[in-house]
């Protein structure tokens, strides 16, 4: 009976230093694995490599993808995804990938949370004239009217 539990503590020893030197995913896979889910339409997994901040623009991406017709999104699906380039900069890094079906580069920004390559995205990098509303121009329609100002007469 002894030597039954010395030869299952060994095993149980070696299952969890051998599952313990799970080597991390890369930039570059985490940047594949993403761009995949995203060619499936699978946000959750998407959300899965991406940070907790990138949450909404993935939800917002879903949107755009739910009114897609089905010849667009069966070119996505079929769409070859390169890795063309990486920087590594510390705890961020840059992976270019190329789209085969629209000839596009896309540089996607990484960042380690948790110890963990994920995808941070922006809203600018899904609308690329997006303005968050804290740094839009005033309008002079946005401010408050002077109602002791008189009012314009015609004349």
């Not at 503590?9 to 694995?33: D, I, R, W």
């Not at 705890?91 to 994920?118: C, F, I």
Request: proline fraction near 5%; charged fraction near 25%.
């Amino acid at each position: 009976m002894t030597s039954y539990l010395r030869i299952l503590t060994l095993v149980l020893f070696f299952g969890t230093v051998l599952g313990s030197c799970k080597k991390s995913a890369t930039p570059q896979e985490v940047a594949l694995n993403f761009m995949h889910a995203i060619q499936e339409s699978n946000f959750d997994l998407a959300r899965d490599y991406a940070t907790k901040e990138s949450q909404q623009v993935i939800q917002l991406y879903s949107f755009f993808d739910a009114r897609r017709n089905d010849s667009e999104r069966d070119k996505i699906k079929k769409a070859g995804i390169e890795v063309i380039d990486t920087e590594e900069n510390g705890d961020k890094a840059t992976v270019t990938v190329l789209n085969s079906s629209s000839q596009q580069k896309e540089r996607l920004q990484l960042v380690k949370e948790n110890g963990r390559w994920k995808i941070s995205l922006t809203f600018e990098s899904i609308i690329p004239n997006y303005l968050p509303p804290a740094s839009a121009p005033l309008d002079s329609t946005m401010l408050p009217q002077d109602s002791t100002a008189p009012l314009p007469t015609d004349k």
